[in-house]
């Protein structure tokens, strides 16, 4: 059969399998992501091989990871972060005794390519831990900062070292490398502000629907181009990318929002599945080696963990389990060596073996320690306030029948991306977006109203609901406002996330 038909096959089965097993271990408190993996082993050569993995789909998971290392860069590291020296030195810490642990089995127990394998396992992924911290209430206080200024910087490390490393062990090419990281990272630095601006210009000059979208995605796909033209990894270098244009997507949110919805809808769930498809068939010698590199992964980035917590002040056991969070960079980073012919199929099947484990377990452990630290911070009086006595904000609605350039003022007015439109009874229709309101010849702003256009999909909550149910919604849906409505489903009150986070820092 045609392999592009067979591969679209293929991918509704991927995606369908991932967001089934997510649900699945979601429901049973285990990591989600991992069900994802877990599918794609069963869907694969691992075990039941009724999905073949050809060009199309391997086309398709590096374009992924291109786009998820991307957001990485943007996102994850795009916080502002304290670099002060007991940070650096924990961080240290952190790579040097896992190296020297996980490097020192590879080369005993004969592994081809070591170095190219030791620096996924040993890094700290920094997405997963920013889920779990989330998910324990700790983001915001002192343990959650200083937990993610250290991954923060092993993952920055651990990535730099793996591009150095990845294409030779030998010293000359070491040092060649180095130096062809160093230029284009440069190259990257000095081109970035100017990509910025020529974006920005774009948008001014060229009127037609998605054109941000469109030349942003043209720009990390050139970008790929031009790094492995370079002989560096086109992934490595979206990262970069991600990195320095960080303050274009903050500044547009509305984009960044379509950059999710492409990644983290179509990409992610393809990307966590590939790295199942990706295992050679499963044996005993795979499985042993796979447990014990999780079991010295485990310990070393513990023991290093808790070690370094001296250093920057935190408990120790808190410290030891959050740094040692795994499923990122990590698994980008082996499929990436997998694809470019650094490491072997079996190499590969025993590293993401280890790394899922560790991603499954390590959540677990991380809260049931913070349990009591996570509950202590929900039962704040702010995060138990009820969402229809909230002070200081007042409902943002139109009607149906309001000119969407009355609408238009409100929305300026309160600085909104989004605005619920409600019927005659002051029950929710549905929601209009300022990227709806730009695609709409402005001489039609007085003409249509509000009922006019396709109407949003709202998130709708009940008034009795606390603050937290409303902070837990945003993070699932994404959602740019909530209508609060009372016992008859009549609006009481419209919940943006920057007003409700605004709240919550005044108290």
Do not use: C, W
């Not at 549905?430 to 249509?448: A, F, K, W």
């Amino acid at each position: 059969m045609n392999p592009v038909i067979v591969s679209l096959l293929y991918i509704g089965i991927m995606l369908v399998a991932a967001k089934l097993m997510e649900a699945g271990f979601s429901r049973l408190g285990l990591t989600p992501f991992v069900g994802a993996i877990v599918a794609g082993i069963i869907l694969g050569r691992g075990v039941l091989g009724i999905i073949q993995l050809n060009s199309i789909i391997s086309f398709v998971t590096s374009l992924g990871i291109v786009f998820l290392l991307f957001l990485a860069g943007a996102e994850e590291f795009g916080g502002e972060i304290q670099f002060d020296y007991k940070v650096f030195i924990s961080s240290i810490v952190l790579l040097v005794i896992p190296f020297i642990v996980i490097a020192g089995y590879l080369f005993m127990v004969h592994v081809t390519s070591p170095l190219v394998i030791v620096f996924p396992l040993i890094m700290t992924s920094v997405g997963p831990l920013t889920r779990l911290l989330m998910d324990t209430g700790l983001v915001k206080t002192d343990v959650g900062r200083k937990l993610f200024y250290q991954g923060t910087l092993v993952e920055i490390i651990s990535v730099i070292l793996f591009a150095i490393v990845s294409k030779s062990s030998e010293p000359a090419q070491i040092v060649r490398q180095t130096l062809e990281i160093v230029i284009l990272f440069l190259i990257i630095i000095f081109i970035g502000p100017r990509i910025a601006k020529a974006l920005e210009g774009i948008e001014g000059f060229i009127k037609v629907r998605e054109v941000e979208l469109a030349f942003l995605l043209s720009v990390i796909m050139v970008t790929g181009y031009v790094a492995e033209i370079f002989g560096f990894n086109s992934a490595i270098a979206a990262l970069f990318l991600g990195f320095l244009l960080r303050n274009y997507l903050e500044d547009r949110p509305d984009l960044r929002e379509k950059m999710h919805g492409l990644t983290y809808g179509f990409f992610e769930p393809l990307f966590f599945v590939s790295i199942g498809l990706y295992f050679a068939p499963l044996n005993v010698y795979i499985a042993s080696i796979g447990l014990t590199l999780a079991l010295l992964v485990f310990v070393s980035k513990f023991v290093s963990g808790y070690i370094s917590s001296y250093l920057v002040k935190q408990e120790g056991v808190i410290n030891g389990l959050g740094v040692t969070t795994k499923g990122g960079v990590d698994s980008s980073l082996l499929i990436s060596a997998l694809v470019s012919g650094y490491l072997g199929q079996t190499q590969y099947s025993y590293s993401a073996l280890a790394i899922t484990l560790i991603a499954l377990v390590v959540p677990l452990l991380f809260k049931a320690k913070v349990k009591g630290v996570g509950r202590e911070i929900e039962n704040r009086p702010g995060f138990n306030q009820k969402l229809g006595h909230l002070p200081g904000i007042t409902p943002l609605y139109v009607n149906a029948e309001t000119t969407l350039r009355e609408t238009i003022d409100r929305m300026t007015e309160r600085g909104a991306r989004a605005i619920i439109v409600v019927d005659d009874e002051m029950r929710p229709m549905g929601h209009i977006t300022v990227q709806q309101l730009l695609e709409i010849d402005p001489s039609m702003y007085s003409v249509l109203r509000a009922g006019d256009l396709e109407l949003n999909e709202t998130v709708i909550m009940d008034e009795s609901q606390k603050v937290i149910d409303a902070l837990r919604k945003f993070r699932s849906t994404e959602s740019a406002v909530i209508a609060v409505v009372n016992r008859e489903g009549k609006l009481v009150q419209t919940i943006y996330e920057r007003e409700l986070l605004r709240i919550l820092n005044s108290i």
